[in-house]
Nanobody, 120 residues
Framework: QVQLVESGGGLVQAGGSLRLSCAAS???????MGWFRQAPGKEREFVAT????????DYADTVKGRFTLSRDNAKNTVYLQMNSLKPEDTAVYYC??????????????WGKGTLVTVSS
C-alpha cells in the first residue's frame, strides 16, 4: 500500500516562495507523480506531473515558469518549488501517484493535502 504525506504549506506574501514536499511510503519508483490543488469554491485542478524517472515534466499554464517539480527516488520524495507566488495560488495542494499526465482520475494514490495561503 502506498501512502503519501505532504508538508511545507503555510502563509506567504505575494511574490514570495514556498517548497512543498511529498514523502511516500511503499513503492513509488515505477509511478508517475503529480500535484493538484483546490481553491475555495472551485474544482480540483492540475498543477504539475513528473514521470517515474523524472526526465519528463508538464505544468499547468497558470504555473509554468514559476513552479518546478522534481523527485528524488532514493529518498522516495517529490518536491514542488513555488516561486513568485500570487494570491490566485491560494489552495489546498494534493500530492498524487499513478499515471503520467494532468488527469486526476488516472492517479491511484492521494495525500491528504497541505494548505498554501498567499496574501496580497
Amino acid at each position: 500500500q502506498v501512502q503519501l504525506v505532504e508538508s511545507g504549506g503555510g502563509l506567504v506574501q505575494a511574490g514570495g516562495s514556498l517548497r512543498l514536499s511529498c514523502a511516500a511510503s511503499g513503492r513509488t519508483a515505477s509511478l508517475a507523480m503529480g500535484w493538484f490543488r483546490q481553491a475555495p469554491g472551485k474544482e480540483r485542478e492540475f498543477v504539475a506531473t513528473i514521470s517515474s524517472r523524472g526526465y519528463t515534466k508538464d505544468y499547468a499554464d497558470t504555473v509554468k515558469g514559476r513552479f518546478t517539480l522534481s523527485r528524488d527516488n532514493a529518498k522516495n520524495t517529490v518536491y514542488l518549488q513555488m516561486n513568485s507566488l500570487k494570491p490566485e495560488d491560494t489552495a489546498v495542494y494534493y500530492c498524487a501517484a499513478g499515471m503520467y499526465g494532468p488527469r486526476a482520475d488516472a492517479m491511484n494514490y492521494w495525500g491528504k493535502g497541505t494548505l498554501v495561503t498567499v496574501s496580497s
